[in-house]
């Protein structure tokens, strides 16, 4: 699986758009990035995920790069529910779907 | 809520002993997926099923085993339990097994003593 890289942490004001990025630079032609998020030990949570376009859901907006090597997941009015770590995951390609998590970014809405 | 239930909610034993943890997974879904999250390790991937048949896995440990019945349901048996056990196990399910959102159950909290 590609390896991902995430800030460790972020803050955002209440009601204004938070940028998420990641960088999958080792990405393969088939392989997807997904977004989870997990709100403090409760069970991750899937958000959306892509394959090379631009895709948008009630949630959130997902922003890869041309190139692939790099995505912004955006959130576009933020609340302070949605204070939680933000995993970027890349999955996929032949027959290997298990989610590998890395440490994730900790975003926190500030009021 | 995800449609996804586990039980128990929470466990406390003994080292030496062993538990089954539970997970229903979501009406229609095929797959389930077992992770550990441990403070030190982070959030793990153990063992994942399609319909019945183990299809994938992690980095289970062998005093651990899985399996899911015909109904779908799956079982997580932990053995020979040691203090560094101790972790939140989350059940996902997925609607086949391949390129498609995971959904989580609320976790079970293990407990050694």
């Known amino acids: 699986d590609a390896k991902t890289t995430q800030p460790p942490s972020m803050d955002c004001a209440e009601g204004r758009a938070a940028n998420l990025p990641c960088n999958h630079s080792?990405?393969?032609?088939?392989?997807?990035v997904y977004w989870y998020r997990q709100i403090h030990s409760q069970g991750p949570q899937y958000i959306i995920h892509g394959l090379k376009n631009n895709e948008t859901n009630e949630m959130a907006s997902l922003i890869i790069t041309e190139d692939r090597k790099s995505s912004t997941l955006i959130l576009p009015h933020a609340t302070l529910r949605d204070t939680a770590v933000y995993y970027c995951?890349?999955?996929?390609?032949?027959?290997?779907?298990?989610?590998?998590f890395g440490k994730g970014t900790l975003l926190t809405v500030n009021p | 809520d995800s449609g996804v239930t586990q039980t128990p909610k929470h466990l406390i034993t003994a080292t030496g002993q062993r538990v089954t943890l539970r997970c229903s997974p979501r009406?229609?879904?095929?797959?389930v997926y077992w992770y550990q999250q441990s403070l030190d390790q982070g959030l793990q991937f153990l063992i994942q099923y399609y319909n019945g048949e183990e299809r994938a896995k992690g980095n289970i440990l062998e005093r651990f085993s899985a399996q899911q019945f015909p109904d779908l349901h799956s079982e997580l048996n932990l053995s020979s339990l040691e203090l560094g056990d101790s972790a939140l196990y989350f059940c996902?399910?997925?609607?086949?097994?391949?390129?498609?959102?995971?959904?989580f159950g609320p976790g079970t909290r293990l407990t050694v003593l």
């Open positions: 996902a399910s997925s609607r086949m097994g391949g390129d498609n959102e995971q959904f």
């Open positions: 080792t990405i393969s032609g088939n392989e997807y």
């Open positions: 009406s229609g879904d095929l797959s």
């Open positions: 995951i890349v999955m996929g390609g032949g027959s290997n779907y298990k989610l590998t």
